[in-house]
């Protein structure tokens, strides 16, 4: 018989763009028994997530449900059952994430206008609007709240108004944004918002949260056409997540698990807490980061706190340096993605990983591996910085 090793994976310190690292509350929630996904139990357990999606997600929305996947299927999940064949879509583009909505909206059917704005900067509103005006009927905008390709923070209640006034529905990627900066479904009228269980929320990958509003949810229940993906049918889905309880597909029952563990520590530490420590530990790797002359790639004035990406210095192998971070200090970061790559780093402080102890040990890390890689750092300065800002805030 052929032996296969056991597979121990090292407890990494996970400060790339996600997955986050997970609380052992959370794991160890994934070891419970199994159920069935009809069992009274879950269908409890079920409701409960509904009512903490519901919290994070600042809405009350109805149809607010984790979507079986990744965040990327969040997104199929929104694009798949508001865009009908020849729907036009107005869809933001500065980056990796705005790209895939763009290219997932075409793939449903829709009638495409990117908005482009370079790498690093925000979309503009005003473009939006332009090309809004540029639809005869114009089915929805999307845009991409924290753009983790370029560490962009995109301003988005002004764009929801622009949708609204032009009769499109209004679509958020919170994939990275939920549980680490604010997110105001209805505040800000948002009709399709899409999300993950591995960036912000500290749970492994593998669902997406989902909330619909009821103008969504009307606009669904208006379509000539099924839904283009069998899989994704949120009319058929939401008669399972909702009192009806027909099965459609099982659903992944120890992820259930594992996300309402981990959305009862975000609503145990607080949201309003839980953005503010994101912001201080940011604020300290940003101080540090800049005082070793690193330069980021997001426009100043729209960094996201959960994710930098930054500039390696020229002629520095990047690469060699990230597996360096991972052998010598056990820590992962992010490369970069599209034209990025090779030349840019990510480091991201989402969930649990944003912590006093992994700002002060990355920057540290950093500042050792370039020093060594021959870039003129005055050592000390970027913990110095980063301590200043613990300090003040103390
Ligand atoms: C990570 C990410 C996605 C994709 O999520 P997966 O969980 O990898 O499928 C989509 N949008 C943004 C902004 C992301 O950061």
């Known amino acids: 018989m052929q032996q296969f090793p056991e597979f121990n994976p090292q407890a990494r310190i996970l400060l790339g763009p996600g997955p986050s690292n997970v609380s052992p509350r959370v794991l160890k929630a994934m070891a419970s028994p199994m159920l069935g996904h009809l069992d009274p139990d879950f269908i409890a357990l079920m409701e409960e997530i509904k009512k903490l999606l519901r919290t994070v997600f600042q809405t009350g929305n109805e149809i ?3 979507v079986s996947g990744t965040g990327s299927a969040g997104m199929e999940s929104a694009l798949a059952n508001l865009i009908e064949e020849g729907d036009e879509a107005v869809v933001g583009v500065n980056g990796v994430f705005g790209a895939r909505a763009a290219d997932c909206a075409e793939r449903m059917g829709a009638k495409v206008h990117r908005v482009e704005a370079p790498w690093g900067r925000i979309v503009d509103p005003q473009e939006i609007e332009a090309a809004l005006k540029a639809c005869k009927r114009p089915r929805l905008v999307a845009v991409v709240h924290a753009e ?61 949260p989902l909330t619909l509003s009821e103008r969504a949810m009307a606009a669904i229940g208006e379509r000539k056409t099924k839904c ?21 597909h099982t659903a992944p029952i120890s992820m259930n698990y594992a996300l309402y563990e981990a959305l009862r520590i975000v609503v145990e530490e607080g949201l309003e807490a839980r953005w503010a ?30 994710l930098s ?52 040990l990355v920057l540290n890390a950093l ?16 913990l110095a910085a980063a301590d200043a800002v613990y300090a003040k805030s103390a």
Not at 148 to 158: D, I, R
Not at 228 to 244: C, H, K, N, P
Not at 311 to 332: F, K, Q, T
Request: glycine share 10%; net charge neutral; aromatic share 8%.
């Open 64 to 66: 607010t449900f984790p």
């Open 148 to 208: 983790t390709s370029t560490g962009v923070l995109q301003p988005v209640e002004e764009i929801s108004q622009l949708a609204h006034q032009y009769g499109a529905l209004m679509v958020l990627d919170a994939v990275t944004s939920l549980g680490c900066i604010p997110v105001h479904i209805d505040r800000w009228q948002i009709d399709a918002c899409y999300s993950c269980t591995q960036k912000g929320i500290s749970a492994p990958p593998g669902l997406a």
């Open 228 to 248: 283009r993906s069998w899989y994704l049918d949120v009319a058929m889905i939401a008669q399972y997540w909702g009192t009806e309880r027909i099965y459609h």
């Open 277 to 306: 420590r994101h912001l201080q530990n940011a604020a300290a790797l940003q101080a540090g980061l800049s005082a070793m002359g690193l330069k980021f790639v997001a426009q100043e004035g729209h960094r996201l706190p959960q």
């Open 309 to 360: 990406a930054i500039e390696a210095p020229a002629g520095i192998d990047e690469a060699a340096i990230r597996a360096a971070l991972l052998r010598s200090y056990n820590m992962e970061i992010g490369a970069g993605l599209g034209p990025f790559k090779g030349k840019v780093w990510r480091i991201g402080l989402m969930g649990e990983s944003s912590r006093r102890a992994n700002v002060v």
């Open 367 to 382: 500042e050792q591996l370039l020093t060594d890689a021959g870039v003129e750092i005055a050592r000390g300065r970027a």
